[in-house]
Nanobody, 123 residues
Framework: QVQLVESGGGLVQAGGSLRLSCAAS????????MGWYRQAPGKRRELVAV???????NYADSVKGRFTISRDNAKNTVYLQMNSLKPEDTAVYYC?????????????????WGQGTQVTVSS
């Protein structure tokens, strides 16, 4: 099992910044992709940004140039630096991790989610 614990959400005015963190713990061989998703009221969960173990990143068009995803593999932690926040960024932000577990000689993949952290941007 893998646990993801998020922190850093809160209330901020438009144009402000927040930094989200997500730390993974538990039993796994490696963590592959780590990402951030968000879900606003009445909307579907959407990808915000994803980063692979080597540091390659991908962003939603709506956050390009404003958000930066990074990770510390030694700490099993992923970060999301959010700048120039807009009211439309208001949502619950979820951390996601794609893991590989080794049991005996068998590798298996797992997909885990954090509990979510609220980000509210006031106009």
């Amino acid at each position: 099992q893998v646990q993801l614990v998020e922190s850093g959400g809160g209330l901020v005015q438009a144009g402000g910044s927040l930094r989200l963190s997500c730390a993974a713990s538990g039993s796994f061989f490696s963590i592959n992709d780590m990402g951030w998703y968000r879900q606003a009221p009445g909307k579907r969960r959407e990808l915000v940004a994803v980063i692979n173990r080597g540091g390659s990143t991908n962003y939603a068009d709506s956050v390009k140039g404003r958000f930066t995803i990074s990770r510390d593999n030694a700490k099993n932690t992923v970060y999301l630096q959010m700048n120039s926040l807009k009211p439309e960024d208001t949502a619950v932000y979820y951390c996601n991790a794609d893991t590989t577990t080794l049991t005996g000689s068998v590798y298996s993949r797992g997909d885990y989610w954090g509990q979510g952290t609220q980000v509210t941007v006031s106009s």
